[in-house]
């Protein structure tokens, strides 16, 4: 972090969290061993300290990747245009209000190619009866038998292999 004051504040929340639970715990375990209230507070305190000092001895690792400071520049549109061409085959029209950004795709069509990939093609989607019918033909096919094979005589052979083998 930079360290405004608004990250150091964060920072503190954190480390001050952290070390509390550790405090807590220290405080509960010291109960549960048959600790006095005096040696719970004692343990809470000395786990609280010594957890926050070892929080706020580690110090950040330097930025790797250091980003430059940059302005965003405003885009001319040259007049007043309702339109903004970005290529030759999308088109993004914008309203006057400026409330709505309508995505108007204008491929007209796609070459063999071409990595584009239409998803919903209307003349390419199936009728809803065309659906019923692959669900039926799905639902109606027969999957394979999954009997299992009849091992029983390699087994045998095996063991008596294995008895040779051993006597």
């Known amino acids: 972090m930079d360290g405004t004051p608004r990250e150091r504040l964060i920072e503190w929340l954190v480390d001050s969290l952290a070390a509390a639970s550790l405090a807590a715990a220290s405080a509960f375990a010291s109960l549960e061993l048959g600790g006095s209230i005096g040696w719970s507070v004692a343990a809470a305190c000395a786990g609280f ?15 790797t ?7 965003p ?3 001319e549109t040259g007049g007043d245009v ?5 290529g030759p085959e999308m088109l993004i029209a914008v309203e006057a209000e400026g409330s709505e950004l309508v995505l108007d795709d204008i491929l007209a069509s ?6 584009v990939v239409r998803l ?9 009866g065309e659906l019923k019918a692959s669900i039926d033909r799905h639902l109606g096919r027969a999957g394979p038998e999954c009997t ?3 091992a ?3 087994l045998h052979q095996a063991l008596a292999e294995l008895r040779r083998s051993l006597s």
């Open 49 to 63: 300290l010594l957890a926050y000092a070892g929080l706020r001895g580690v110090q950040p690792e330097p930025a």
């Open 65 to 71: 990747y250091p980003l430059a400071a940059f302005a």
């Open 73 to 75: 520049e405003a885009v």
């Open 82 to 86: 309702d339109e903004l061409l970005l």
């Open 110 to 115: 796609i070459a063999p190619d071409s990595r």
């Open 120 to 128: 919903f093609q209307p003349d390419r989607l199936p009728t809803a």
């Open 148 to 150: 299992p094979p009849d």
């Open 152 to 154: 029983t005589e390699a």
